[in-house]
């Protein structure tokens, strides 16, 4: 028998795309980026802690501006020069990119094709912390011909902060960083996704103590707070079918969200 909690657990399930949610954060950062793409900068930095919701923004930017400007977005790094300019030439102009014997051979087959430089194209790259060093400064040079613009997407970790590496903090122009989300910004998270799929009548299961504690539990990083709602969704699930007695319809025991946490290893058990 399915149980409706089957469905609701799917909800969270990290990597959805068209899901985006409107967060405070989210919205300020969306207008800091394309605010910056619209200056005459060659490069610019936008970096956050893994889990921040930094691709979704990637990709709604694009999304929004690629039918009013030129863009380009790689969400997956690339790690060999003449892979990187093969898919830049493709998407550019819409058919399979020739053979070029070097690298400035391709940047004059670009520059007879721009003839301006409020014609240049904007790549958005994704996890470019993964890049090589020496195609990040063949990006690099290629900013400085004015035939394109770069924003670099790139992780924040507690190990290694980014803005340290020399050939991103000697040549970025502009920086914006985004932040988890706060424990108001978790509420409507989780609201507007169940709203999103249609399942309001769920939303009295959490109380502002519910979403305090998931807050402190998942340090308000939006993939930490998909895999526990998913795995709370999952624990209810079992109960639903093995002691349905258990689970309120119009409250949430809060015992459910730490047995969660502790399987997630967030709570010592």
Do not use: C
Not at 232 to 259: C, G, Q
């Amino acid at each position: 028998m399915n149980s409706s909690y089957s469905d609701l657990k799917k909800i969270f399930v990290d990597g959805e795309i068209f899901d985006y949610i409107n967060l405070d954060r989210s919205v300020t950062t969306y207008d800091k980026l394309v605010q910056s793409l619209d200056k005459p900068l060659k490069l610019i930095l936008f970096y956050g802690k893994p889990g921040t919701g930094k691709t979704f923004l990637l990709q709604k930017i694009y999304n929004d501006l690629k039918k009013k400007k030129r863009i380009i977005f790689f969400p997956r790094p690339f790690f060999e020069e003449k892979v990187f300019l093969a898919s830049l030439y493709e998407h550019i102009f819409g058919k399979k990119s020739p053979e070029f014997s070097n690298y400035n051979e391709f940047l004059e087959m670009i520059r007879k094709h721009i003839t301006s430089t409020d014609q240049a194209i904007t790549v958005l790259i994704d996890e470019a912390q993964l890049y090589p060093t020496d195609l990040v400064e063949k990006i690099r040079l290629m900013a400085d011909s004015r035939l394109f613009k770069f924003l670099f997407t790139v992780h924040k970790t507690e190990k290694e902060d980014v803005l340290a590496k020399d050939y991103f903090q000697t040549r970025i122009w502009e920086t914006i960083e985004i932040d988890n989300a706060s424990s108001g910004e978790i509420k409507t998270y989780i609201e507007k996704k169940l709203l999103f799929h249609n399942r309001f009548e769920y939303l009295n299961l959490f109380s502002q103590r519910h979403y305090l504690l998931i807050s402190k539990l998942t340090h308000g990083n939006l993939r930490t707070i998909n895999k526990f709602m998913y795995r709370l969704f999952e624990i209810l699930e079992y109960y639903d079918h093995n002691k349905p007695s258990a689970i309120k319809a119009n409250a949430l025991h809060v015992k459910y969200l730490e047995m969660a946490g502790i399987s997630l290893g967030m709570i010592d058990a």
